[in-house]
Nanobody, 117 residues
Framework: QVQLVESGGGLVQAGGSLRLSCGASESIFSIDAMGWYRQAPGKQRELVAEIRRGGSINYADFVKGRFTIFRDIAKNTVYLQMNSLNPEDTAVYYC???????????WGQGTQVTVSS
């Protein structure tokens, strides 16, 4: 059973930065896509950024130019560098991975990001 372990959340002031990490228990190069979603209180979970096995990347419009997703294949880890954070970015951030061979996508446990004004 593949597992995803997240780290890096916390409390930061508006304008600050955080880096989230998501480590996988198998080679991320064998995974079709990995990404980050977030869910704020009372809102639906939404895609933040995704990186596919071939390296293509997709960002939500609300993070373009502020967040960067990247990976270290040797460490089986995907990162989300978040800059210019604002209070609207406050949410639980979840790592996601999916692969055609899996019946359902995998989710990490979530990490809280809180941005104070």
């Amino acid at each position: 059973q593949v597992q995803l372990v997240e780290s890096g959340g916390g409390l930061v002031q508006a304008g600050g930065s955080l880096r989230l990490s998501c480590g996988a228990s198998e080679s991320i190069f064998s995974i079709d896509a990995m990404g980050w979603y977030r869910q704020a209180p009372g809102k639906q979970r939404e895609l933040v950024a995704e990186i596919r096995r071939g390296g293509s990347i997709n960002y939500a419009d609300f993070v373009k130019g502020r967040f960067t997703i990247f990976r270290d294949i040797a460490k089986n880890t995907v990162y989300l560098q978040m800059n210019s954070l604002n209070p609207e970015d406050t949410a639980v951030y979840y790592c996601n991975a999916h692969k055609a061979a899996w019946p359902i996508p995998l989710w990490g446990q979530g990490t809280q990001v809180t941005v104070s004004s």
